[in-house]
């Protein structure tokens, strides 16, 4: 247990190390589609990892930072459905996986504006107050499970019900790294199983 | 049991009586067989061998441009990098805490066609093919000095190189060289074993080595005679590359790979792009898919085609064989088992296309086995029939069955109608 916790800290905290002490800057801007989400995928050895990122216009119908009482449920709400693993992936039974973290949080797009350019990794920091930044009008959410799996080798099929959940979600994109190797795979609402290499 | 056996050998000798017809028919089916198995087998040949370009570099990081460019100049050698990368960036990149190795490369200059590529002994130490196979080298050692080259296994043999000949290297990529660094020449120190990859095709040597052909050009100018430096010269020089084209990426545990992706992809200092090969690779299959497709459907036709003929040699044969059927009739055949015999007939031809097509699907293979591998550098493995090619068999088998239907029930017809009397 304690080791997929150091697991996960390794992928979701590294230290932004290759950003510090860069001389300039030059605005970048992160493609961003409605109807489309990319899922990552990573397995070694026992822990598995997945991390999907969905617009807020799939998720919440709307993508600016939330202005009235409503919807900021509506954030919470999604959050929990998101977080509520069991419901959205289904292993093949014979790779035995239990969930050890899931959680899910909407995020501001990064966008580097003159008053804010060296402040980039502080929007990381700062994520709970993002309402006072200046944010860009796209926003994501963005979900991290990691799961623990005692047969991995027999890890063959997941299946992800987020197309029900989401209806206006249209593709994911896959991309996975496996003890087996790399790969890639759309799912669509027909085909929303990843086979796994 | 006995009737099928008996219906079996009437069919085989009714086919032997027309045996020049029959043999057309065999070999055309034949013919279709082999182009579907033999596609199918190319396909996979290609696929593997492509697949087995890169093995175990988690990420390779470029300019950013698109996944599928930046896959095919740094692996494939195939086209050219929209910009490079500064070495300082580089540096600091390759300093992060989940990279374990890094190996540079600097592409740019060719020498008779081939591609040269500048590395570091992170090369030998990393790259990666095959089944994560580390390269070999056949003859000599590894580059050490500045104007040291170690040659892949096809340029090798193609130019009839050895150990100790000296080469000159030509300023860009194309084969008709205006510009060529023929004031320092390079020797051959190594030459590596086959790999079925590009490396065969690659002149391997130091980044500092690429340097310093370049390190008296001014502008992207050749130097004036006055202004050119000569080999001793440059070497006293500090050679440190200002870029490089791309670089691969070994990292300490895969599960830290889309950090770092991303981390890179949002690099502060230039542009750049880092791509999973795996990914990259898989989808500049599923582009090449469509014309393997295209490949398939064409020859799934040619099956058809084949068995069209054969429908039509044994339509046209019905007329003439109508005695024989009154024959039959008078020997105590049922209409069904004229119908059975017909049958039988399309499928004792589709049965012998498929096994001579099989035959012919081998001797094939074997005989362009030794072309595909030198002039592609694909290997192909000699296996048995794999389940999709039974599947295949059997499907034809099926077909033959199902066409067969018409002459057969044409045949019951005629032999209801026309009993032991032939009215021709």
Known sequence: ?197 | MQKLSTLLYLAWKSVLNRRLAALLTVLSIACSVTLLLGVERISQTARSSFISTVAGTDLIVGARSGQIQLLLYSVFRLGDATNNIDWQSYQKIAKHPEITWTIPISLGDSHRGYRVMGTTQDYFEHFRYGSEQHLQLAQGQRFSGLFDVVLGAEVAQKLGYGLGQQIVIAHGSSTVNTFVHDDKPFQVVGILQRTGTPVDRTLHMSLQGIEAIHVDWQNGAPPRAEDSLSSTQVSQMDLTPKTITAFLVGLKSKLGIFSVQREVNNYRGEPLLAILPGVALQQLWQLIGIADLALRVISSFVVLVGLLGMLTVILTSLNERRREMAILRSVGASPWHIFGLLQLEALLLALFGCVLGVIFLYVLLWLAAPLLAQHLGLWLVFTGLSHYDWIVLMGIALAALLIGILPAWRAYHHALSDGLTIRL
């Open chain 1, 1 to 197: 247990m304690k080791s997929t916790f150091l697991a996960s800290l390794v992928v979701f905290a590294l230290p932004l190390t290759v950003h510090a002490g860069d001389e300039h800057h030059y605005k970048q801007h992160a493609a961003h589609e409605h109807g489309t989400a990319q899922l990552n995928l990573v397995q070694e050895q026992q822990t598995l990892m997945l991390e999907l990122t969905l617009s807020n216009m799939d998720v919440l119908g709307f993508e600016h930072a939330p202005s009235n009482q409503e919807q900021a449920q509506a954030i919470e709400k999604a959050g929990s459905v998101l977080a509520d693993v069991e419901h959205l992936l289904t292993f093949n039974p014979a790779a035995v996986c239990t969930v050890t973290s899931a959680q899910a949080q909407r995020k501001a797009l990064e966008h580097h504006e003159d008053d804010h350019e060296d402040g980039h990794e502080d929007e990381h920091e700062h994520e709970h107050d993002e309402g006072m930044h200046k944010e860009s009008t796209h926003s994501e959410f963005q979900a991290q499970y990691a799961f623990n799996c005692q047969q991995p080798e027999q890890l063959k099929t997941i299946t992800v019900q987020f197309f029900d959940v989401f209806p206006s979600l249209e593709k994911i994109q896959v991309q996975m790294v496996t003890d087996k190797g790399q790969g890639a795979d759309q799912l669509t609402a027909q085909h929303s199983h990843i086979e796994l290499p």
